[in-house]
């Protein structure tokens, strides 16, 4: 019997779907905090040919409603002028917005390489980091648990921002539910809001979520503004923050020319 990565209760069958066109794959729910995960992945290899899956037209516009909310909390919520750290990067789109923003983010992934963000990847910060955040990561962990706690670690962090679909009740019928992407074959665990409070409390922190957009912290944080700044106000209030703080985006460009000339190294620069 499947024991769940979250709380060790034991887990029950929810369904069974066809990954990848070819694997009969079974997802198991665990009823005492709401996690549904899949059995061992062993098809990774082949769902992450392509670290970014070609079916993943909303790439971009994701990245750019990401960036609006990101930038507002960090503006109104935490320090704008520390250094942040993204996982997972891809190929540093979102590096490269926050960047434009105005804010100092470094990339960082394992698997994929960075096109958008050379030169600020996160061994050259040259400081310490005052958050992480995993966008889109979650969703592609098989043992979340052990992943955040690693990473913020690692880091000496306490506060993670990350993102992913949520879902209360039961497991969701395999037809009723787009976010498992069997065709992709990379998404294997998902989540219920009750299940990243198990996380946070067995991690000694809080969650906080809005919008999409979750929070793992040992921070006080109001939730109200947290809506408010993950909803309607994130465009305009990521705007007052690279009003504010100055777009990056020359002074990197000049970074990176001093860079190529080896007159300096690129990054490290607040």
């Not at 992945?41 to 970014?52: K, Q, R």
């Not at 507002?72 to 320090?79: G, L």
């Not at 809506?227 to 703080?245: D, F, S, V």
Request: with cysteine; net charge neutral; charged share 20%.
């Amino acid at each position: 019997m499947k024991s769940c990565a979250v709380c060790d209760a034991a887990m029950s069958k929810a369904f069974s779907a066809v990954v990848l066109g070819q694997h009969e794959v079974a997802y198991h729910y665990c009823a005492e905090c709401g996690f549904l995960q899949t059995e061992e992945p062993y098809w990774l290899a082949a769902a992450y040919a392509d670290a970014i899956a070609a079916a993943d037209t909303g790439l971009v516009q994701r990245n750019f409603s990401i960036a609006a909310k990101l930038a507002a909390v960090i503006y109104f919520c935490f320090e704008p002028e520390a250094a942040y750290l993204d996982l997972a990067g891809g190929y540093g789109m979102l590096t490269r917005l926050m960047r434009d923003i105005g804010l100092d983010f470094y990339w960082d992934d394992k698997y994929c390489r960075n096109l958008m963000a050379r030169g600020f990847e996160s061994a050259r910060a040259g400081r310490k980091f005052s958050a992480l955040t995993a966008i889109e990561v979650m969703e592609h962990v098989y043992d979340p648990v052990a992943f955040v706690d690693e990473a913020l670690k690692t880091h000496g962090v306490r506060t993670m921002i990350f993102t992913t679909q949520t879902f209360s009740g039961d497991a969701p019928p395999p037809q009723d539910w787009w976010y498992y992407t069997f065709e992709t074959g990379q998404h294997i665990s998902f989540y219920q809001p009750r299940t990243l409070q198990r996380i946070a409390r067995r991690l000694g922190l809080a969650v906080f979520s809005a919008n999409g957009m979750h929070i793992f912290t040992d921070r006080a944080m109001d939730p109200g503004r947290l809506r408010l700044l993950t909803g309607k106000l994130a465009y305009p209030a990521a705007a007052y923050a690279r009003l504010k703080l100055g777009s990056k985006t020359v002074t990197d460009h000049a970074a990176m020319m001093r860079a190529a000339a080896g007159q300096s190294r690129p990054a490290g620069q607040a």
